[in-house]
């Protein structure tokens, strides 16, 4: 008659496989990307400060 709800094919937990190495390469450029937006800000950064610098100096 009624079936309880772990029973039913809606609630059936299913398992897929995921491409590690295509994933590992997205996960490997995104890393590099954000270390040379840090290396910008970093440059940026120490431009700034070093006019700074001479502008006081001045």
Not at 3 to 25: D, G, I, N, P, W
Not at 29 to 55: M, N, Y
């Amino acid at each position: 008659m009624n079936k309880h709800l772990r029973e039913r094919a809606s609630y059936v937990r299913t398992f897929e496989m995921v491409e590690t190495t295509s994933l590992r390469q997205r996960v490997e450029d995104a890393i590099e990307g954000l270390a040379d937006i840090l290396q910008a800000i970093d440059a940026t950064a120490g431009a700034e400060a070093s006019e700074a610098r001479e502008v006081r100096s001045c």
